[in-house]
């Protein structure tokens, strides 16, 4: 039991490590490495670079010593006379220069010594370093050798390496103190300018968390850099997505409590109707016609819903004469709709339109029906006009011209004539607003004071784009 709580400790240093482990910071440490990455590399390239400059400088004056010293180191030899064949070396009689711990020797070209400084090493320190003129590294010493140019003999001086390493590492405490300094300041600084133009992120994050159902307005993109911009205007779309599917939502549950009340009132009385008294055949067709009517409504809301969603939205080439002669296969199944219904399409091959062949055939289905019902008994034109436009046209008693624009709107019926384009028009609307293309209502027809005409305009397809099988929703 005691292990609960430590668990829970645990979980919450945690959470607080990840909360504490902000992208200001991440940036900051991964910013800070870089740099100080780069710096190392820098810092040991122009350490190789000092390195080998100092060992020149220090080889450049060792070889310009030697040249300097051997006339003098000669000159001293013959002061003091050259010494006989098996006789120690001869000490300096004055130093040749005056660093106190100069090594150096004087020998001729059979290797005898010949002249050596007071606080000379050990007579073994020079051998088996040859006798010709340049440098030779012997522990921990760097000598040079050089020639006299008149006579036989070659002075060695010796030069203590230990006094190159220092100063190599001289220089690398010059460069690495300030520049840790800089770091230090380097750190502060990155860390206030990432939460600084972190900013951004806390109002987009901000602007977020203020959204729910009820608030699901575009964010603020002004100031926003452009990948935040980018990742805003993804949001924005998705929000207008959400805003759109809740709205279908919202208006599929209106319409559906304010278009299926009335059916199924119809229903429940003629079933109530049947029950309390002799079942008779007039009772139950009335019930079924009652259900006929709750399903042509039901067919109806679920096609206004489709056509508010976003599932009309996928556009594509469309060949309209063949979608006309489909939509119009399917009504002349019934006797009465093939006598009064009449295609008319172009002998001229027309091009393609573009949009969603299967929301094209609700939406003129619509259209057919409205034309055959309330167009009392007149004959009903499908046609198909160039360049892209489906028109359905009927010689019924038409609509006030003052009205058209209300019918497109949804349960908005003309009650001063016996038509009525409700739910149909409003899905028809909805549909071609989708499409980007443009529903047009004509009442009267032209040059008459009857009909009425309603004409869908679509864009055309791109001329590279080629027809697409049909496929008709039923």
Known sequence: MRAAPALRTAEALRLRGEQADTLARRLTRVLLLWVTAVWILCVAGVVVFMHREINRN??????????????????????????????????????????????????????????????????????????????????????????????????????????????????????????????????????????????????????????????????????????????????????????????????????????????????????????????????????????????????????????ESAASRVQAPVDLAQLAATVAQEFWQAHEPMSRLVLRVPDAPLPLALGDLDALAIALRNLVENALRYGEGSRVELLVLPPCTLAVRDQGPGVAPGRLDALRRRHVRDSAMQAGYGLGLSIVSSIVAALQGRLELLSPLPGGARGFEARIHLQPAPASATSIPAHVVP
Do not use: C
């Not at 100063?167 to 300041?185: D, F, I, S, Y």
């Not at 699901?216 to 207008?240: I, K, T, Y």
């Not at 209106?254 to 309390?276: D, G, K, M, Q, S």
């Open 58 to 307: 220090f080889d450049n004056e060792l070889e310009e010593s030697t040249l300097r010293m051997i006339d003098v180191a000669v000159h001293n030899l013959d002061l003091a006379g050259m010494p006989p064949p098996g006789a120690p070396p001869l000490l300096e009689p004055q130093p040749l220069a005056s660093t106190e711990d100069l090594v150096y020797r004087l020998v001729d070209d059979s290797g005898r010594v010949l002249l050596l400084p007071r606080a000379a090493l050990n007579a073994g320190f020079f051998q088996k370093i040859p006798l010709r003129q340049g440098f030779f590294n012997k522990d921990g010493w760097r000598v040079f050798t050089a020639r006299h140019p008149t006579r036989p003999l070659f002075l060695q001086l010796a030069d203590p390496r230990p006094e190159r390493r220092r100063a190599v590492r001289q220089v690398l405490l010059g460069l690495a103190t300030p520049m840790l300094a800089v770091l230090a300041v380097l750190a502060v600084l990155l860390g206030a300018v990432a939460r600084r133009e972190l900013q951004v992120l806390h109002r987009l994050e901000s602007q977020i968390a203020q959204r729910d159902g009820g608030d699901l307005r575009p964010v603020d993109l002004a100031g926003m850099p452009q990948e935040l911009r980018s990742v805003g205007e993804h949001l924005n779309r998705l929000l207008e997505r959400l805003a759109q599917a809740l709205d279908v939502e919202r208006a599929l549950a209106a319409n559906a409590a304010h278009e299926l009340r009335t059916p199924l009132a119809a229903v429940r009385l003629r079933l109530h109707t049947a029950l309390e008294g002799p079942l008779a055949a007039s009772d139950v067709q009335a019930a079924v016609q009652a259900l006929d009517v709750l399903s042509q409504r039901t067919e109806k809301l679920l096609q206004l819903s489709r056509a």
